[in-house]
């Protein structure tokens, strides 16, 4: 296999861009919707704690190995693997890893975009100025009928798309970095103009003795397995969008160094956001327990009640709507690349139609809260449940798995240490055991878990 110095399909101008791509990738609707709501399902401070140890002994080693080896192939996830897999794996069947993350990219978007669309929505309210002096009552009754209603739901989700697939279609120097160049500065700060509103209204201590009081009595082994899902799901793990993000890395850039500050940055909006979204829970009487709509809830009372709230609350819903979309880019680079080297058809012409075939299966959670709501696949799971499920609990492991054990045991040492700056020794070790090592074993843990070998055992 040929060594190539750059992508075909595109390069980072610098080093920044690319962490911010990579941290606009990875912090997203993860970060700032779901990792709140499933705190609150999961009793705070245990699951904390377990998130933030599966982020340093899994994501942190799977996201510098994913990132090594798009660099070292720098084609599509499945070229990589595929020429990868050949050179140093002794077969071609590696590439079956690019393929797995392809479909896991499209098969998140499917519903990751739905909720894309509810942000929109909220974008367009605040800017209205709907919920100035709401109370929570009207907050909670307002997105009860908003996803009540299909042909809104579906409305906003298919703008969210169009933005999305015309944002993909301009390639990387004018489409990817152009997206997160200035939204992510933007959103730590609305988010801490969030969290300021929480403290002064004072659930702030609430908040913090909520997510940081561990009390392991309150976890199940699903609340450890969640936390677990959760680490690739937020880092953008095991779908092959790092992969591809690190095809477009420059030689001289340190993947290490690189790896660190986005997982930090990923870690700090997440629990950031936990605060701030559980200190105004807190003070407007809210379930912290309040599922998929806690955000939305907890962030339109607190601009509504605030000097200039329609203004910073239509800012921060904008660029939650941009750490969004950044996110949503990610989830369809595996499978456009593939299929412009597959095909050599055009980028554009091929980000029109993966965004179509996204499109046709979101309608499915689309409709998962309306008029198909009482629809379930299985074990009273909607559509929408289900696809959740299917990527957290099945897809995300595997490619994860995949990814930790060919880094680990087939790449040589040597090519790793000279992608990592890292000269044969303990250092070198420790990384390759990391990843080869403890980080698969804890996927395989929460695979086993998540199709009942634990509970059988517990039993």
Not at 24 to 46: D, H, M, Q, R
Not at 209 to 225: A, E, G, Q, W, Y
Request: net charge negative; hydrophobic share 55%.
């Amino acid at each position: 296999m040929a060594e190539f110095t750059e992508s075909r399909h595109g390069m980072w101008s610098n080093r920044w861009l690319f962490i911010l791509a990579a941290t606009g990738s990875a912090v997203g609707l993860g970060n700032i919707w779901k990792f709140p709501y499933i705190t609150g399902e999961n009793g705070g401070g245990a699951f904390v704690l377990i998130y933030l140890i599966c982020i340093a002994v899994i994501g942190i080693p799977i996201m510098l190995a994913e990132v090594t080896i798009g660099r070292m192939g720098r084609l599509s996830p499945y070229g990589t693997m595929l020429s990868l897999g050949q050179k140093f794996g002794g077969t071609k069947y590696w590439s079956i890893l690019g393929g797995v993350g392809a479909v896991t990219g499209i098969t998140i978007l499917s519903f990751y975009a739905v909720i894309g669309g509810w942000v929109l929505y909220y974008v367009f309210r605040l800017l209205l100025g709907e919920f100035n002096g709401a109370d929570s009552e009207f907050v909670e009754g307002a997105f009860t009928s908003f996803v009540g209603s299909w042909w809104q739901v579906a409305g906003w989700f298919t703008l969210f798309m169009v933005i999305t697939t015309s944002i993909v279609a301009r390639g990387v120097e004018k489409g990817l970095e152009i997206a997160v160049k200035w939204t992510m500065p933007f959103l730590f700060i609305l988010l801490l103009v969030v969290l300021v509103y929480g403290i002064f209204e004072g659930g702030f201590g609430r908040a913090v003795s909520f997510m940081f009081t561990v009390d392991f009595s309150v976890l199940k082994p699903s609340s450890i397995l969640e936390a677990m899902g959760h680490a690739f799901f937020t880092l953008s793990l095991g779908m092959g969008a790092i992969m591809i993000y690190g095809a477009y890395v420059p030689s001289d850039v340190s993947l290490r160094g690189t790896v660190y500050i986005v997982a930090a940055a990923d870690t700090v909006v997440a629990l950031v956001a936990g605060l701030a979204v559980f200190s105004i829970a807190y003070a407007y009487s809210l379930d912290p327990a309040g599922g998929v709509g806690l955000l939305f809830q907890t962030t339109t009372l607190a601009f509504g009640n605030l000097p200039l709230g329609s203004f910073f609350g239509f800012l921060f819903f904008l660029t939650v709507s941009f750490a969004t979309l950044t996110s949503a880019i990610s989830l369809t680079e595996p499978i456009i690349t593939w299929i412009v080297e597959a095909t050599n058809a055009s980028r554009a012409r091929v980000s029109i139609l993966i965004g179509i075939v996204v499109w046709v299966l979101g309608l499915g959670s689309v409709f998962s809260f309306n008029i198909w709501s009482d629809f379930h696949l299985v074990e009273g799971k909607t559509i929408f449940d289900f696809l959740d499920y299917l990527t957290q609990a099945w897809l995300f492991p595997v490619g994860g798995l995949l990814i930790g054990i060919f880094a680990g045991f087939f790449l040589p040492k040597s090519a790793l240490g000279e992608q990592w700056g890292i000269s044969e020794g303990w250092k070198l070790t420790i990384w390759t055991l990391l990843i080869g090592v403890v980080a698969p074993i804890c996927v395989l843990i929460v695979f086993a878990g998540e199709i009942g070998v634990i509970s059988l055992v517990a039993e």
